[in-house]
């Protein structure tokens, strides 16, 4: 059996690579090709390279200035040529990309089924987040198959008539990566060397960076907070406030370091360049703006990480696996099973909420080991395996 996978972006390609390699495994049942688009550049090649998969194709969309009319028509147009020449049984897409969508969509007009990982997650609000309910929900009626993360992902689907026969409740794929990721850390004794390298070239302090790579076990004493922020929805005064919050907190809590490695999109940059210009001061010394981190770095970074503030769907799955509490600046999420697990609080981009919220964590010793030691509802590591298994066992 053949099987297409294919993805654009770093949250797709870390969720990705374990599967790929599942399927790579089981050489002698299927076929595996790789295409990716180049949706991101190269915070996707640093996945790739991370997880040592080489691709069959790529599109390679990414233009200065692209918007999302441009990301789409270059991706379907791409698919196409793609789909003609390795005419796969199956095509594999992840989540809620723009890339995911086309493809989808490029793999119908061929009339090839299309298998979505990743899916059900709703928010049920067109914008909110944006473009990606609407670009989960269009996939997943394109899809034959829907590999659900959890039980009530399930639930969205069958309410959506989806037979239930078309749906396989998986645990999350992020799961499998991150385990893979911490056992690389833990077992090749140079990588520690490699991650402090890259964070004191991505402009952490070296007196930082001392203070926190290789030790054991400092959440008593010191504390860091570890920032992320990149979604549209919060551009403009959500950030601002997100921004504002830090300032204060920064100035409340002068033992307690803030770091925030930025995203790539110079949208992103640019507004925190703007809100933060002069703010690494010695009065904000506790502060600290950094370049994008690789994703092993970041996982280890989230795993020296006392809590996390931040809009990422992903991290919300992750943090939990690794004993972190975590705020989300978002208004609502498609990922309820952690908010109702109380692993994950909604914090959107207010202020007060924000500040309030971090500085229980920090001062209230119960309250943070109740968030830090509360089940991940996302799996147990083994949903590549369990995708896998269904595929085999339909030859």
Known sequence: MKILLVFGTRPEAIKMAPIIKAFQKEAECFETVVCVTGQHREMLDQVLNLFEIKTDYDLDIMELGQDLFDIHTRVLLGMKVVLLESNPDWVLVHGDTSTSTAAALAALYLQIPVAHVEAGLRTDNKYNPWPEEMNRQITGRLATYHFAPTLVNKGNLIKENIQEEQILVTGNTVIDALFRILEKINTTNHLIDKISFDLKESGLKEKIVHKYIGSQDFVSQDKFVLITGHRRENMGQGFLNIFNAIKELSEKHPEVDFIYPMHMNPNVKTTVEIVFRGLNSDR????????????????YLMSKAYLIL????????????????VLVMRETTERPEVVNEQAV???????????????????????????????????????????????????
């Open 284 to 299: 904000y010394n506790n502060v600290h703006f950094i370049d994008h981190l690789d994703y092993l770095t970041f996982v």
């Open 310 to 325: 931040t809009d990422s769907g992903g991290i919300q799955e992750e943090a939990p696996s690794l004993g972190k509490p």
């Open 345 to 395: 609080i909604l914090v959107g981009t207010n202020k007060e909420k924000i500040i309030s919220e971090v500085e229980r964590l920090i001062t209230d010793n119960e309250y943070y080991k109740l968030m830090s030691h509360m089940h991940n509802p996302y799996g147990d590591g083994k949903a590549c395996e369990r995708i896998v298994n269904f595929f085999k066992s339909s030859l």
